[in-house]
C-alpha cells in the first residue's frame, strides 16, 4: 500500500508558475510509476503527467505539453508537477497517483491521494 499526499496548490494569477508536490509513505516508491490528474468541476478526471520509476520515461496531457514538467526524487519519496505559463482552464483539483507497474504510465493508477486545489485567476 501507497499512501499519498498532496500539497502546493492555491490561488495563482494567469501566467505564473506553481509547483506541486506530493509525499507517499507506507512503502517505497522507487518501483513506482508515478502520475498526476487534475479533476475540474463538471468534468471529468484528465491525465496530467506520468514518470516512470527511474525516470527514463515521461508522458503529458496534450493540454498541459510545454507548460507542465513532471520529476521525482526517490530518495525523498516525493514526485512533483511544475507548472508554467498556467491558464484560468488549469483551475481542478489535482491528485497524485501511483502503480506497482514501474513503467505505467496511462490512466488506471492504483494509489491515489486526496487533491489539492489550484484556481488560476485571469
Known amino acids: 500500500q501507497v499512501h499519498l499526499v498532496e500539497s502546493g496548490g492555491g490561488l495563482v494569477q494567469a501566467g505564473d508558475p506553481l509547483t506541486l508536490s506530493c509525499v507517499a509513505s507506507?512503502?517505497?516508491?522507487?518501483?513506482?510509476?508515478l502520475g498526476w490528474f487534475r479533476q475540474a468541476p463538471g468534468k471529468e478526471r484528465e491525465f496530467v503527467a506520468g514518470?516512470?520509476?527511474?525516470?527514463?520515461?515521461?508522458r503529458y496531457g496534450d493540454s498541459v505539453k510545454g507548460r507542465f514538467t513532471i520529476f521525482r526524487d526517490n530518495a525523498k519519496s516525493m514526485v512533483y508537477l511544475h507548472t508554467n505559463s498556467l491558464k484560468p482552464e488549469d483551475t481542478a483539483v489535482y491528485y497524485c497517483a501511483a502503480d506497482s507497474r514501474r513503467n505505467y504510465l496511462f490512466t488506471d493508477f492504483q494509489f491515489w491521494g486526496q487533491g489539492t486545489q489550484v484556481t488560476v485567476s485571469s
Open positions: 507506507g512503502e517505497s516508491i522507487n518501483r513506482y510509476a
Open positions: 514518470i516512470n520509476y527511474d525516470s527514463s520515461n515521461r
